[in-house]
């Protein structure tokens, strides 16, 4: 089997593993391990167990970052439930006008930018 496509495989059972609402990133074919389980040369069959770890980050499509998900709440409440969700770092709020209390009650009139 080439390990090109080994490589693409496993690149490929990684990203059907990562949740909605993140991206693999990082991936190091290079750090992937492979074990011979088991071989039938006669029928030409193996099994190979595989190890490989990778990063994900979070993408704008996450459900828990949709601008729905944060109509209409206060500030801290917002905060609060951006910084709960897992990968995430920081979170920064800015309203406009300055004086306004809570995020707007539409979600189109809501703005995001993730870093």
Known sequence: FPRTDMEALVRTKLKERIPEGRDLVDFDSSRVLYRLEQ????????RVVVKADAMSRLTSSNPALRPEALVSMSVDAAKQKLSAVDGVEFVEITLRPSWARKLPGQKD??????E
């Open 39 to 46: 071989a039938d040369t006669g029928v030409e069959t193996a």
């Open 109 to 114: 009139k809501i703005d995001m930018t993730i």
